[in-house]
């Protein structure tokens, strides 16, 4: 169905527990196609599982700290997704754990709109992060107006979302 075609589910008869039951039934089918696979929320899943499409292969499933793609060519692929909610300014993106050691070569930030259409996405190099992360404790983290505020070192993805 084109998205265009999109309607929104009415709720307003439902209980708050038939709610989180149609919850449950909409992540059991994202699984069951391969979408989502960490039981957490769907946006860094589907971020994954937009990336790896994008380089015709299948997103690394599991624990696998420092990237979550391998392309074809050996190449090692963090991914870091936003979602903008409505009224939400995400200042950040998720925390990269022992980023001193280089556990990837390349980053690709997806940032959605709040239904989960891509706003942007956009590819980078280890080193261009390592110019733009902040300690913060044990982690860094990529501040959204810090790394992305401008496309300098940045270049745009354009993700299948079909």
């Not at 265009?4 to 196609?33: A, I, K, Y």
């Not at 280089?102 to 709109?113: G, K, S």
Request: net charge negative; aromatic share 12%.
């Amino acid at each position: 169905m084109p998205d265009d075609d999109f309607c929104p589910l009415d709720f307003g008869e439902l209980t708050d527990l038939q709610v989180l039951r149609r919850w449950f039934e909409v992540m059991g089918e994202l699984q069951r196609r391969g979408m989502v696979w960490s039981g957490k929320s769907p946006i860094a899943d589907y971020a994954e599982y937009l990336v790896a499409k994008h380089y015709g292969v299948e997103p690394i499933k599991g624990t696998n700290p420092g990237h979550d793609v391998a392309t074809k060519d050996g190449g090692r692929v963090q991914v870091k997704a936003r979602r903008y909610a409505k009224g939400s300014t995400p200042s950040h993106l998720g925390e990269f754990s022992k980023f001193a050691e280089h556990r990837f070569d390349d980053l690709v930030v997806v940032l959605f709109e709040d239904d989960l259409r891509v706003r942007v996405a956009y590819k980078t190099t280890y080193e261009w992060a390592a110019g733009k992360v902040r300690p913060r404790g044990e982690y860094h983290r990529l501040y959204i107006s810090d790394g992305l505020a401008s496309a300098d070192g940045l270049e745009r993805v354009e993700l299948d979302q079909s």
